[in-house]
């Protein structure tokens, strides 16, 4: 008996990276999932329908309202409800840096992606969760919207700090309503989002350094925690924030 059986699950940016990790990991836990992102993701369904899963694709723009609305109506359409919300689509751009020469439009395109995204998310989803009688929203922060990034990227810091504040207003405004809403809060993981930051071993090196236990985290090991949020093993967990960083926000003195 799979963790999500009969649940449906709805993730964002799930065609590649952590998302695409969540969602076949969903599948095999028992859910119908959503893989929605702007690029497609018939690979994804394929390799979930091939594993004995079920999902579909749809084509979101988190940035758009239609968009997302849309989305959230073929979700439904397609598989009869709605139990759960996973705003997992960001972006880290590789201009931002400090306050003095971070580009505003790196700013806002990060705020547009990372914040307004899971508001969107929320906004169309919430019905249909409240239809189907509750259902829990995983939004993904980052263990930088609980301290300073190691590297200045102000934008993104920003962006995961508002979303972590945005999840606990949203968990307790649905409390009462059968809705849950956690963060999840990863540290360094290695997929290519992080890579593309660490082209030498210097710069892998600065990293790695303030991460106590020696090493970049892994996908499944950020999707496990996905899932623990997801399911009804966290059916008394709400407006939290579940930090996955190898020891990183623990560290005072960073171990040699």
Same mark, same amino acid.
């Given at each position: ?9 709805? %993730? ?26 702007? =690029? ?35 979700? =439904? ?6 139990? =759960? ?11 931002? &840096?400090?306050?003095?020469? @971070?580009? %505003?439009?790196?700013? &806002? ?41 190691? @590297? ?10 508002? =979303? ?26 290695? @997929? ?18 303030? %991460? ?35 020891? %990183? ?8």
């Amino acid at each position: 008996m799979g963790r999500l059986d009969g649940k449906v699950a709805f %993730i964002t940016g799930a065609s590649s990276g952590l998302g695409r990790v969540a969602a076949e990991l969903f599948a095999r836990e028992g859910a119908a999932v959503v893989v929605a992102d702007v =690029v497609d993701g018939d690979e994804v369904v394929s390799a979930i329908d091939e594993a004995g899963g079920g999902a579909t694709f749809v084509s979101c723009d988190v940035t758009d309202d239609e968009s997302v609305k849309n989305a959230v109506d073929h979700a =439904v359409a397609t598989f009869g409800g709605l139990h =759960v919300l996973y705003n997992n689509a960001g972006v880290m751009l590789g201009d931002d &840096d400090n306050p003095e020469t @971070t580009s %505003i439009a790196t700013y &806002d395109k990060t705020m547009d992606i990372n914040v307004k995204g899971v508001l969107l998310g929320c906004k169309h989803a919430i019905p249909a969760l409240r239809a189907s009688g509750g259902g829990s929203i995983v939004n993904v922060a980052s263990f930088v919207a609980h301290m300073g990034a190691a @590297t200045p990227q102000v934008a993104y810091t920003a962006s995961k700090g508002a =979303v972590l504040a945005l999840t606990r207003e949203i968990a307790v405004i649905y409390a009462r309503q059968g809705i849950r809403a956690n963060a999840l809060c990863p540290g360094p993981v290695m @997929t290519p989002l992080l890579a593309k930051f660490l082209s030498d071993d210097a710069k892998r090196n600065r990293r790695l350094v303030h %991460i106590p236990m020696g090493r970049f985290g892994e996908p499944h090991e950020i999707a496990q925690g996905a899932l623990f949020l997801a399911s009804d093993e966290s059916s008394w967990m709400t407006g939290q924030s579940l930090v996955i960083d190898g020891g %990183i926000t623990a560290a005072y003195v960073t171990p040699e």
